[in-house]
């Protein structure tokens, strides 16, 4: 089945320092990935949708600025969270589909971002 | 608007069988999804409907009525790994995903 790779895994970084996550689709190509954000016991909030060799398009809230999406190759799209806060502490997933608009989500492992 | 509907949370038995709902009400539909989150993890994919009726796999089942925009999830044996959120979700008439908040199902001995 298809797999997306998701790394890392987890990272603490300080205040102000920028975060880059990085997601592959290793079995398939994804002209198409998702970021998702997913706060403590809520559901999953969609960030931004990633195009292959076109800009990304964000969910209305999400600052464009601060979270830079980059989906340079079929197989590889990163999420940089720029000047990082506290409250920018959370998980980050990114998902991406197979061949066809009905093939479901596969998600990467996600990524635990704690700012201190 | 777009809405999804699944309760927040369930309590069943360990090898007791568990049936979540999902309604839905969305702008088009191209099929339902059911994944399954673990506490701090990813989801993983579980099911697929986008035809009326059920659909078996091993423990886990999926029913979809589309008049009544409506499925639900069955869980059967349940056994303590089956402890997770559930999430419901629908593609919508642009392939979009609606999500539903999830229901977390707690199994008890």
């Known amino acids: 089945g298809a797999v997306v790779s998701q790394h890392p895994s987890w990272v603490i970084c300080k205040s102000g320092t920028s975060v880059k996550i990085e997601c592959r689709s290793l079995d398939f190509q994804a002209t198409t990935m998702f970021w998702y954000r997913q706060f403590p016991k809520q559901s999953l909030m969609l960030m931004a949708t990633?195009?292959?060799?076109?800009?990304?398009?964000?969910e209305q809230g999400v600052e464009k600025d601060k979270f830079l999406i980059n989906h340079a190759s079929l197989t590889l799209s990163t999420l940089t969270v720029t000047s990082a806060h506290p409250e920018d502490s959370s998980f980050y997933i990114c998902?991406?589909?197979?061949?066809?608009?009905?093939?479901?989500?596969?998600f990467g492992n996600g990524t635990r971002l704690t700012v201190t | 608007g777009q809405n999804i509907d699944q309760p927040t949370e369930m309590t069943a038995t360990e090898g007791a069988i568990v049936q979540i709902n999902c309604t839905y009400q969305?702008?088009?539909?191209?099929?339902l999804f059911w994944y399954q989150q673990h506490a701090g993890e990813a989801p993983t994919f579980l099911s697929y409907?986008?035809l009326d009726g059920l659909e078996e796999k091993g423990r886990f089942s999926s029913f979809l009525s589309r008049s009544k925009g409506y499925s639900y999830l069955l869980l059967k044996e349940l056994q303590m790994k089956d402890s997770a959120s559930y999430l419901c979700?629908?593609?919508?008439?642009?392939?979009?995903?609606?999500w539903g908040a999830g229901t977390k199902l707690i199994i008890k001995p």
């Open positions: 979700a629908v593609s919508d008439s642009n392939y979009q995903l609606i």
């Open positions: 998902s991406a589909s197979g061949q066809g608009a009905t093939s479901p989500l596969h």
């Open positions: 409907n986008v």
């Open positions: 969305t702008s088009g539909f191209n099929g």
């Open positions: 990633s195009n292959e060799g076109s800009k990304a398009t964000y």
